[in-house]
């Protein structure tokens, strides 16, 4: 029989050693896509005796990093408390269930933050727990936990991407100049913020007309951060061969999804190392032939990659809305005013007839970064 832990928690403590293990878990970002990122933090006595982060995508989880650097520090996790942010696991995957270390280790309570609805655990974890005689208290920091997953959650659950729309616009809505020009529309620590974001997703999406526009090269400049799949959207093949995201496939990759099925024409391409994805076609209201979005999420899904940061021109913007497939916008409002009849705003397309048709959206957050604002907001649930 394990002693029980002789010192009793209030409320503030747990939540510090939810926060710490939230911490944690952060660190695994951009490494662990399609996983969750988890952390956990061993207590005893009122003090960290193990912490752990999922690391890696395929590597042991959270629960098991924890408990190796207990013992790594000489401590005993037996009559331990664990906090841990989402639901420990109990399914045989890459590796043996957490449930299991944590039984062995005689581990006495578990503090969850997320419950995890994989259909491998789904409320599994918790219970083979308490089948154990172990205590456990769920929705500790429910809400922080769960925004941290907010990737995972989607493409579990849908099996598709986690879309995150992104733009930067003027107080006067435009993303450009008449003249095209938009560089720079916010500052520099809105631009770094989008960099956080190349590095959290597992891919980057723009049209053929951005690649053609601007050759851009779509990667994350973090120092420690990783980059992207590049996704170009491009109907019929128009993407220059010589174009950055080609001649650098080999480094990043880059996958051109695309309605034709010209084998020639897909081999100037797979030749440089870029990867052709064919998907189906839609037309839109002017019977112009375009890119079956849904599909291409469905095959994104099934190639693992669970989301994607649309940073596309105004037409792929308009046409992403439209095929439902956007699971949150993040605008960028700079301080600043373009003006000009001609001057693009960030999303293209034919748009709506009424105002009553608009995409309506509920804001999450609303934060100033450097001299800009930033709104996260989602699609309203009808
Ligand atoms: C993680 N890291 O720290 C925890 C996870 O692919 P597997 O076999 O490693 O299992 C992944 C599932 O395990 C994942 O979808 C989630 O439900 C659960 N917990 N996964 O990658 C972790 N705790
Ligand atoms: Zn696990």
Known sequence: IIKRRCVKLNSSQTKQYMYRALELAKKGTGAVNPNPLVGAVLVKDNRII???????????????????????????????????TLEPCC????????????????????????????????????????????????GILKQECDALNEIFFHYIRTKRPFVLMKYAMTMDGKIATVTGDSKWITGEAARRQVHEDRNRCAAIMAGVGTVIADNPMLNCRLPEGHSPVRIICDTSLRTPADSLVV????????????????????????????????????????????????????????????????????????????????????????????????????????????????????????????????????????
């Open 50 to 84: 193990g912490e752990g982060y999922h690391e890696k995508y395929g590597q042991l989880h959270a629960e098991r990093n924890a408990i190796a650097d207990c013992y790594r520090r000489g401590e005993n996790p037996a009559g331990a408390e664990l906090y841990v």
């Open 91 to 138: 399914h045989y995957g890459k590796t043996p269930p957490c449930t299991e270390a944590i039984i062995e280790n005689k581990i006495v309570k578990v503090y969850v933050g997320s419950n995890d609805p994989n259909p491998l655990v789904d409320g599994g974890g918790i219970a083979v727990l308490r089948a154990h005689g172990i205590e456990v208290e769920t």
């Open 247 to 382: 001649t650098t496939a080999k480094e990043i990759p880059t996958i051109l999804a695309t309605c034709c099925t010209d084998k020639e024409k897909q081999k100037v391409f797979t030749d440089k190392g870029c990867k052709i994805l064919e998907v189906s076609e839609t037309y839109d209201k002017n019977g112009k032939k375009q890119l079956d979005l849904q599909d291409l999420c469905k095959q994104l899904g099934e190639q693992k990659i669970d989301s994607v940061l649309l940073e596309g021109g105004a037409a792929l913007n308009g046409s992403a809305l439209q095929a439902g497939i956007v699971s949150c916008v993040q605008t960028y409002i700079a301080p600043k005013i373009f003006g000009g009849q001609e001057a693009k705003s960030p999303v293209g397309g034919s748009g709506v007839k009424l105002a009553c048709e608009a995409y309506e959206f509920e804001i999450k957050e609303i934060r100033r970064i450097g001299e800009d604002i930033l709104i996260r907001s989602v699609p309203k649930k009808i």
